[in-house]
């Protein structure tokens, strides 16, 4: 039973415009939420998170909101760039400081030029 | 470089071999994580420790499984008798657990592969 999904296991965009990555989970007790980016080879890097308290954290071109009614979190990069083509990864937990992170299966961004 | 090292980053073994597999963290991170990650999935979190202490372990980890961290620093994961099904990746990340972060920082894995 998956607690964190990533239903688009693919998305394609132009240089220059929006990605938007969509995340959703069932379990109710998470709050606090990670994405991950992931190169071939390499482990994932930590792009940005947010807590349950907010439904909005930015950094830079990297903005995720976090729909609580809706269980469903999002990771919008504006403006796309060609070194963004990576797999994403949504990961949550139950607390900030909980050791156990569940992932999902990611979504691979391609940005072409 | 001072990130999250791994040791080796590729091992090639047979089914039944035992394995064992290094994980440096940041310096001055006491919690110590480690994942398992095969095509198409995301990573699995096995168990975690917190400088010495194993604090949690998952279900995935069977008896075959053994992780250890003896002085809070760098931590091994050992598994036994290797089955295919073992193949895959093996990550391993630490985090500083603090009041407002505990944000966990992945090395760049150990592939293995179980012939």
């Known amino acids: 039973d998956q607690q964190v999904k990533q239903n688009s296991p693919s998305l394609s965009v132009q240089e220059g415009r929006i990605s938007i990555l969509n995340c959703d989970y069932t379990?109710?007790?998470?709050?606090?939420f990670l994405w991950y980016k992931k190169y071939p080879a390499e482990g994932p890097t930590f792009l940005i998170s947010?807590?349950?308290?907010?439904d909005k954290n930015e950094d830079g071109r990297f903005t995720v909101f976090l729909n609580k009614s809706a269980k469903h979190l999002s990771l919008h990069i504006v403006p796309s760039q060609p070194g963004d083509s990576a797999v994403y990864f949504c990961a949550a937990s139950e607390g900030r400081s909980q050791g156990n992170l569940i992932f999902g299966k990611g979504t691979k961004l391609s940005v072409k030029p | 470089d001072t990130g999250v090292s791994q040791d080796p980053r590729h091992k090639i073994t047979k089914r039944g071999q035992n394995v064992t597999f290094r994980c440096d963290p940041i310096?001055?991170?006491?919690?110590l994580y480690w994942y398992r990650q095969t095509l198409g999935q995301g990573p699995e979190f096995l168990t975690y420790?917190?400088?010495?202490?194993?604090?949690?372990k998952s279900r995935l980890l069977s008896d075959r499984f053994s992780a250890e961290r003896p002085k809070g620093s760098f931590s091994t994961l050992e598994i036994q008798r290797t089955e295919q099904g073992d193949s895959a990746m093996y990550l391993c990340?630490?985090?500083?657990?603090?009041?407002?972060?505990?944000?966990?920082?992945f090395g760049p894995g150990t592939r293995l592969t179980v012939l």
């Open positions: 310096s001055e991170h006491n919690r």
């Open positions: 420790f917190q400088n010495e202490a194993q604090l949690e």
């Open positions: 990340a630490s985090s500083l657990q603090g009041v407002y972060t505990d944000t966990q920082y």
């Open positions: 947010i807590s349950s308290i907010k």
């Open positions: 379990n109710s007790m998470f709050d606090y």
